[in-house]
Structures are given as C-alpha cells and as structure tokens.
C-alpha cells in the first residue's frame, strides 16, 4: 500500500469521526513530513517497507535540529494515531509507533493572572453599550468558566442555560460547565442590549458577534484582551490571552479546593494528566489553604 494512500484514507477517516477541522489538517501536515523524510532518507514509499527504525530516526533528526519537546511529541502524537488505525484495519501485522516513546518535556511553570489583575482586566471595559458590554463578558466568560477560544466564538444562545452553559469542545464533545450568579446578571444585561443592537438585523445565533454582526475571530478576541491586560497594567512576563486566562481558572480553582478529576471534566480535558500541570504552579501555602478548607476532620 502507497504511504500517500494510506494518508489519504487516514484523513477520511479523521472526517468520518468528526475530528475538528483544526485537527485534521494538522495530523495531515505532521503526517506529510514523516513521508517526506522517508521519501528522501529511506526510498520508502510503501507502508510494507516502513520500519519503526526509520521513525526513530526522524525523532532524532529533529531533536538534532533543536526542535521544542513539545513539536516532535505533536509528531509522535499523529504518527502513532495513524499507525493504531492502519493496523486496526489490517493493513500491518503490528503498531509500528508501538515502542516509540514520547521525548521528555522541561518542566515548566505556567504564569497566571493575579486576583488583582483579574478584577482589574474585568473592570477595564465598563460602559452601557454593544461593544462595552460585549468585551467585559468575554473576558468574564473565561474567567468563570474555563473555556477555549474556539469554545466562546463558536458558543450559541441557546447553549445557555438557567445555572450552566453547554460547551462543544475538541471533537463536539459536549460537556456541561457551571455560571457563577456574577456571569448570569451580565449575560443577561448583554443579550438585552444584543438583541436591540441586532435588532433590525438578521445575525447568527452565536453569542458574541462583531459589530457587523459576524462570529467573533480569534484575532478580535486576542485583541480584546491585550487591551485590557495593558491598561490594567498586568505583569509584563504574563502572556495576556485566552490560554492564560484557562491557566488561571484552573489553578484557581485547585488553590480553592476543586478536586483535579472535577477540575479535568470543566475543561474538557481528555486525559487527566493533562490536568495536572496545573498543579505545578501552585505554591506550597496555596495547597496547605486548600487543604485546610477541604480537611476531613473539619467537614464532617
């Protein structure tokens, strides 16, 4: 069988399974340099040639090159989804990335806002109108929930509901996240004033929408937020964006008590290791305040 077949009916299958699209063309794309390199470096075209050897091969050729842990583990990660699926389908006698282990990553500390700073970035945007109200919500909305970007642009009126908000998130799959009494006032100051902003209009049923009346870009929103976080003069070495703003939901959810499985299904997480790089950031009297809140001899 042709490597580039094998590719071809792999993405077919990625749309099938109703991978994002996001997704698809980045397995495609890390995909492809696997094939390029052992095009070039083995004369292999064919996945009967394919030897775990070679792959090994390209994960060291791109560790000598100096490229991030966490770019080769993104090839790791496609490489080893589409060989499961190839021998899931009978085309190899075994997984071919079977043995290949991920490259160690550097510990890293996540940088989060400050209480200070999420009080002064919320309060940044505080007038009556569209826009105004608009912006203060989005940046409210990732604070009290959690959620990714794509989650927020893509996030319809109809997913909101009286004590929650149904979130979509990686693959459509739906979870269920809570809205704290502060968020539910503001939407619903928000979607008053939407609904007489739009309302000769006929816009899409997405909650936040440009003043043209078109879904929110992620480049707006980014924007939004750098705004904010410049004006409410936030740490220089903090990244202001949506991502820091789910780093700091989730370790300040931890820092008040919320145990790590509850805290990985409110973020969609697949995988609770993922979950617990939060935990990193957290500072030793953080956990000891954390722990005494939560101790079993006092809540019993």
């Known amino acids: 069988m042709l490597l580039k077949d094998a590719a071809k009916e792999f993405e077919f299958n990625c749309k099938c399974r109703k991978l994002s699209d996001k997704t698809i063309r980045n397995y495609s794309k890390l995909i492809s340099y696997l094939l390029e390199y052992l095009k070039n470096k083995h004369m292999v075209l064919t996945l009967e040639d394919v030897r775990p050897a070679y792959i090994k091969a390209y994960i060291m050729e791109l560790q ?4 991030k842990p966490q770019y080769i583990n993104d090839q790791i990660k496609a490489f080893k989804v589409l060989f499961r699926y190839l021998y899931e389908e009978g085309y190899t006698d075994s997984i071919l990335t079977e043995r290949i282990k991920n490259v160690k990553m550097p510990k890293t500390i996540i940088q989060t806002f400050t209480e200070k700073e999420v009080r002064a970035m919320v309060d940044f945007y505080h007038g009556q109108s569209y826009m105004q109200l608009r912006d203060k919500l989005m940046i409210m909305t990732f604070f009290d929930t959690g959620i990714r970007v794509s989650e927020l642009i893509g996030m319809k009126l109809s997913q909101i509901k009286e004590e929650y908000i149904i979130i979509y998130g990686k693959g459509n799959k739906e979870r269920v996240v809570p809205k704290s009494p502060m968020l539910s006032k503001w939407l619903f100051k928000y979607i008053n004033t939407r609904e007489h902003f739009f309302e ?5 049923e997405n909650v936040f929408l440009s003043r043209n009346g078109r879904p929110m870009t992620t480049e707006a929103i980014h924007r939004v937020l750098k705004i904010a976080g410049k004006a409410s003069g ?7 964006s949506p991502h820091t703003c789910r780093h700091t939901f989730a370790q300040m959810q931890l820092k008040n008590g919320l145990d790590l499985y509850s ?9 609770i290791s993922i979950t617990q790089r939060y935990l990193e950031g957290l500072k030793d009297d953080e956990v000891l305040r954390a722990c005494k809140a939560t101790g079993i001899l006092m809540n019993i």
């Open 64 to 67: 000598e090159q100096g490229k």
């Open 200 to 204: 000769y209009r006929h816009v899409p």
């Open 234 to 240: 936030v740490n220089q070495d903090i990244r202001v």
């Open 263 to 271: 805290l990985s299904r409110l973020m969609g997480h697949s995988n």
